[in-house]
Structures are given as structure tokens and as C-alpha cells.
């Protein structure tokens, strides 16, 4: 069937099953934001946007007088950028997915856009084509390919004169962003939009129905591609693709539609910092418990980088990535196109999640029991219930217990003096 222009139509469509099944990506946040790399990738608005006084401090210090923000793009010079290198540190990461920001609040495009004159990666700043190259090199490494992409700019001179018409006026929609968007999916042919920045305006300035049934109807990816739910300043959580709800969103409970958690390493922000501290990133740990927390509750798990301005991506956020990694390796069979189960977290705590596989239920326990026995009081055991744990050969001896549920008896685990890892996985087959 063909899709109308209105969200009753579009928000029928069914969601293509590779999303569902991927359950992990990388977001990467890379723009001009990169080069004074301090505050946030939100660093123009702070500055001249509302004038902030440590922004204007912070380019009184480091940079000439009279400085622009467009004297940063010559500056960003992604000199260091190898794209397949970055394939295979998302693909060691465990990612079936990565989204890169295309152009974010600034307007800075990371492709040749044709409406993005000197403001562009082409033009200006490295000289490369950063949305192309990553994308070729992934999808070499079999991984599927997002592209973020803000609606608005905040300094566009179209967009505010829209804005000061009470967005009566369509301009910056004509002109710059909708032009952009085609070319986007034409050029690149994305698995995935990631959209932003539409909270300003209402959906009869953005004309998100009429792309969005262009993308479905007729688009060289309507069959595969999936986007999410910031398409107009009331879609958050209502219409769209998939639901983000807002940065960092953790529902507690599980929600009935589709939706992806993006979190980032760095707690502070999106864009890479120059002066970020080890206290305010995330460790495996936190990574790990996010990432089961969501994927048991039904969602994707998103988590952040942001590269430096030479397009090298920090070793302490490599080494972040790579024990996600390295825990997906062992533990993937729970997370990888599973389902959630009938309970999400067994109710007298939040250390033990469970997902599903068809008759297979999975516990994911995030603390090592003292005396090494996992009770788990939701599943109910039968006569042909047999206990595995991920990443270890053979049976595990399990009782009923004497409420409901089971009793497992773990492996003993040897003292070491590194700390333990941050989850184990048993898989359940034979209860209910």
C-alpha cells in the first residue's frame, strides 16, 4: 500500500525487523562543535546564542580577537580520520549499527551538500566527503548505516526569518532543509535517519509527512530504511518511526511501541572535550547495566563518542567500546534479536534482567551472588528444565525453591585480583 502524507497513515507502517534484532549502535557526534571542544557540542548557541560568560571567556583565552565560529571549520581538519579503522573498532564494539551526524544545530554539513555553500566539509575543513567515506567503510564491515540530521540552525538567516514569521513562511524548509534531506537519502541510501532539532516548529512548517511518504513510497530505501520520532515539535514519543522520547530515556516499565536509549560515554556531553575528566565517563559497568536494562524493556541501546577534531576517537572511548565488546561476545546470544520475556526484572531487585528467545528465557544477573547461588523467584521450573551460563561449558545444578522459582548453584568463580566483570548470563531452557 501506498503511504499518505499524515501520521495515521505513516505511523502505520511496520518498523523493518533488522532494527528490532540489532539492539546495539554507536551515535557519533562530530562537527566544527569539535574543534573548540569544550562545554558541549552546543557550544555556538552558549557562546553568541545566549551569550554565556565562560563561552566568551573561553574564546578570549585561546583564540585571536574578533574571533567567528566560522573561523573553527578551517580548523577542523579530520587529518587523522581513517574510516575503516573506525569500522572495525564499532564492529569489535559489538555495533550492528552506527549513526554519524550529517549536520547538527550549527549547519555545518559533513557532505558536499549543494545547499550548504562554504559551510560544508567539501569546501571547508577537511575537504573530504565524512558522511561517504564512513559509510563505504561500513558497510564493507556488514554494518548498517545511520545518518543524524538536524532540522533547524540555529543561526540560519532563513530559518530565523521563518521562525520571526511564526514559521508562516517556509523558506529555510524550501531551500535548505527538505533539499538536504533527498539528498541525503539519495546520495547515501541510509539504513537510518536519526532526526533532530524540531522542537521549535509544528509539522505544517517542516513537511515531515510529505518526506517521510516520499521515504516510504518511493525512496531507493523504503523498504529497509527506519527512522525515529523527532519530526515536529509533538511527535516525540507520538509519531514517527521507532521512539526516542528524550536524550537518555529509560521508561521503567515496558513500553508498547519500538523505542532506542541514546547514551553517551562522556556524561557531559554529546561532542568530543578537550578538558573531560575520568570521574565523568561512563564505566563498563554503568555501560553494561544500561545497555540490559534497555534491551529487556524492548529497546536499542545508542551509545555515544564524539572524535576529536583530526577524526581520531580517544583511546579511554575505545577502550570503553571494546569491553562492551568483549561482554557482547560472551553475552550477545541475550541481547542479539531476543524478546522481552513476560517479566523484565525480577520484582525484589534490579541487579537480575531477563530476555527471551522463543522458549528460552535469559537472566542477566549484574552482581555475583556472595554465597554463589542465583535464586530467582520468576521463572517456573518443570522436569525438563536445564541451567547454562554464557561462557561456560556445561550444566548448572539448579532446585526448586521453596517459594517458586529456582535456585542455581554458580560456578565458583577463583579470586582475582582484577574486578569483576560487570554480568553474567543464565539461559533457562524448560520453564515458564
Not at 97 to 103: A, G, N, P, R, S
Not at 332 to 342: C, N
Amino acid at each position: 500500500p501506498r503511504y499518505r502524507p499524515d501520521w495515521a497513515s505513516l505511523d502505520a507502517r511496520p518498523l523493518p525487523a533488522w532494527f528490532d534484532q540489532a539492539k546495539v549502535g554507536v551515535f557519533v557526534h562530530w562537527g566544527v562543535f569539535s574543534v573548540p571542544a569544550w562545554g558541549s557540542e552546543w557550544f555556538w548557541w552558549h557562546w553568541q546564542g545566549e551569550h554565556r560568560a565562560d563561552y566568551e571567556r573561553f574564546v578570549q583565552c585561546r583564540y585571536p580577537p574578533d574571533t567567528t565560529y566560522a573561523d573553527f571549520a578551517p580548523r577542523f581538519t579530520a587529518h587523522d580520520f581513517q574510516p575503516r579503522d573506525w569500522a572495525q573498532l564499532f564492529q569489535r564494539a559489538g555495533a550492528r549499527y552506527v549513526v554519524l551526524t550529517t549536520k547538527h544545530h550549527e549547519g555545518f554539513t559533513n557532505w558536499g551538500s549543494p545547499v550548504s555553500w562554504n559551510w560544508n566539509s567539501l569546501d571547508t575543513g577537511p575537504h573530504r566527503d565524512l558522511v561517504g567515506e564512513l559509510g563505504q567503510a561500513l558497510r564493507e564491515s556488514n554494518i548498517r548505516y545511520g545518518l543524524y540530521h538536524s532540522l533547524l540552525e540555529w543561526f540560519n538567516p532563513l530559518y530565523l526569518a521563518d521562525k520571526e514569521s511564526g514559521f508562516k513562511t517556509q523558506d529555510f524548509v524550501l531551500k535548505k532543509t527538505m533539499p538536504e534531506l533527498y539528498d541525503l537519502v539519495l546520495k547515501y541510501k541510509p539504513d537510518l535517519i536519526w532526526s533532530d532539532g524540531d522542537w521549535e516548529a509544528p509539522e505544517s512548517y517542516w513537511n515531515s509527512t510529505s518526506f517521510l511518504a516520499w521515504l516510504y513510497n518511493d525512496s531507493p530505501v523504503k523498504d529497509t530504511v527506519v527512522v525515529n520520532d523527532r519530526w515536529c515539535n509533538n511527535c516525540s514519543c507520538n509519531h514517527g518511526g521507532y521512539y526516542n522520547c528524550a536524550d537518555k530515556y529509560k521508561p521503567g516499565t515496558l513500553p508498547t511501541h519500538k523505542w532506542e536509549m541514546c547514551s553517551s560515554i562522556d556524561k557531559l556531553s554529546w561532542g568530543y572535550r578537550s578538558n573531560m575528566n575520568i570521574t565523568e565517563l561512563m564505566d563498563e559497568a554503568s555501560i553494561i547495566e544500561e545497555l540490559v536494562q534497555t534491551v529487556s524493556f524492548g529497546g536499542n541501546y545508542l551509545l555515544n563518542v564524539g572524535p576529536t577534531k583530526e577524526g581520531v576517537i580517544v583511546p579511554i572511548f575505545q577502550e570503553r567500546l571494546l569491553a562492551l565488546g568483549r561482554w557482547l561476545d560472551t553475552n550477545g546470544e541475550a541481547i542479539y534479536e531476543s524478546k522481552p520475556w513476560r517479566v523484565q526484572m525480577e520484582n525484589s531487585t534490579d541487579t537480575v534482567w531477563y530476555t527471551s528467545k522463543g522458549p528460552v528465557v535469559y537472566a542477566i544477573f549484574l552482581t555475583w551472588p556472595r554465597d554463589n547461588i542465583l535464586e530467582l523467584s520468576s521463572p517456573a521450573p518443570s522436569p525438563a528444565t536445564q541451567v547454562t551460563m554464557l561462557g561456560f561449558a556445561g550444566a548448572l545444578k539448579w532446585q526448586k525453591s521453596p517459594g517458586k522459582g529456582l535456585l542455581i548453584t554458580l560456578p565458583y568463580v577463583l579470586p582475582s585480583p582484577l574486578p569483576p566483570q560487570a554480568g553474567w548470563t543464565v539461559r533457562l531452557e524448560g520453564v515458564k
